[in-house]
């Protein structure tokens, strides 16, 4: 049996049906069966598989885009794999049928619905600015059958547009149906370019909104500034959870080579402090160990002197008796810090020398006894 996928707007989901009976190819615009009547759509793949029809998706309406809120839905029960197993209870269910291949006037009504959209865009863009709601118009969607018109909206509270569904209704004489979306869902739906240069993800090849969190930016280590990490419709980028599975598997590997790293750093730097310290601590030992070979070398020439500068005999040295007038020289020499020269036997004693202040001050004293004597003669003089 050959399946076909078939996808009924750009950039909406695949759904596959049975072509028993019907021969398509990849590109051709087919009359399918949906639950709201019969869909317009266009194959974009085919595939051949064995035995019966195996459980499959119910299409939705044509008109019906997949949005944010009715993703998970859509994904687990309109759209299963043809190798999935029935549900618990159920023997069997048979894929939708594709009707026929669009024919000229098929595709001719396609497009007068297309001119309806547009028509019935302006008029509703035009009631919404005279009632003035706040809701922001999107898209409108006509089923092929042109008997439903879908108007998509976007507002960030709830609207009462019930005078405007009656007004809709009374000019188009259609089924109105009104669907509040939110940003991400107007981003697909408008489209645009996202910050890499190319066209938005959501509007381009995704199907579903996957859920994004910050903890996706902060393990892949972004910069976590809004503008870089937000898309145009102001959410976090549905490109943060492509690579953030792999991310999170390396992570761990890596945070236990970082922890390996770190550890490894730490030692060695420990190991260079210690080897620092055991170095200071040889240099300060052997320092201090010169240190005291130098005094100890001091000490002993000063002893060599000692001993060279006392009596030659082996005796006791002889007292000397000391005049009175050496003995004021030596305190005084004792007093100024000086040590007063030792006068060998036999050697007569050299005159005691002045100290300079000393000196100073008798020559002072001299200066103010002349003064004196000068001032007391022009005195007597002068009477």
């Not at 998706?57 to 997949?66: M, Y």
């Not at 995704?206 to 902060?218: Q, T």
């Not at 007093?335 to 100290?355: H, I, L, N």
Request: hydrophobic share 30%; aromatic share 6%.
């Amino acid at each position: 049996m050959k399946i076909a996928g078939v996808r009924f707007k750009e950039n909406w989901k695949v759904y596959d049906f049975d072509t028993t009976g019907v021969e398509v190819s990849v590109g051709d615009k087919v009359i399918v069966e949906s639950d709201r009547g019969p869909g317009f759509a266009r194959v974009v793949r085919l595939k051949q598989v064995e035995g019966p029809a195996a459980p499959l998706s119910e299409p939705q309406e044509a008109t019906a885009p997949v949005l944010e809120e009715e993703a998970l839905e859509v994904e687990e029960k309109e759209v299963v794999s043809p190798d999935a197993p029935l549900p618990a209870g159920q023997t069997e269910r048979t894929l939708r049928k594709i009707v026929r291949k669009a024919t000229e006037e098929d595709i001719k009504k396609e497009e007068k619905n297309r001119e309806h959209e547009a028509e019935a865009f302006k008029a509703c863009q035009d009631l919404i600015t005279e009632r003035e709601l706040p809701m922001k118009l999107i898209r409108v969607e006509y089923s092929f059958d042109a008997s439903r018109a879908v108007f998509f909206f976007f507002s960030e509270s709830r609207v009462d547009f019930r005078e405007l569904v009656k007004e809709l209704a009374y000019t188009f004489k259609v089924r109105i149906e009104m669907r509040q979306i939110g940003v991400r869902d107007v981003a697909r739906l408008v489209g645009g370019y996202g910050p890499c240069g190319r066209d938005l993800c959501c509007s381009s090849f995704l199907k579903n909104f996957e859920p994004v969190s910050i903890r996706m930016a902060k393990k892949q280590e972004m910069v976590l500034n809004p503008a870089k990490i937000s898309g145009v419709c102001g959410r976090l980028l549905c490109c943060l959870s492509y690579e953030y599975a792999f991310y999170d598997d390396i992570k761990k590997d890596i945070a236990g080579l970082r922890d390996a790293a770190i550890r490894e750093k730490r030692e060695g730097e420990e190991r260079r402090i210690t080897e620092e310290q055991r170095e200071a601590e040889a240099r300060r030992v052997s320092e201090e160990k010169k240190r005291q070979e130098e005094r100890k070398q001091r000490e002993d020439s000063r002893r060599e002197k000692q001993k060279d500068a006392g009596p030659k005999g082996g005796g006791r040295p002889e007292k000397r008796t000391v005049a009175p007038q050496d003995k004021k020289g030596q305190a005084h020499a004792g007093r100024s810090g000086e040590r007063a020269p030792q006068v060998k036997q036999g050697e007569q004693q050299p005159q005691q020398q002045k100290p300079a202040q000393q000196q100073q001050d008798e020559k002072g004293a001299q200066g103010k006894r002349k003064r004196r004597f000068w001032r007391r003669k022009r005195k007597k003089q002068g009477e």
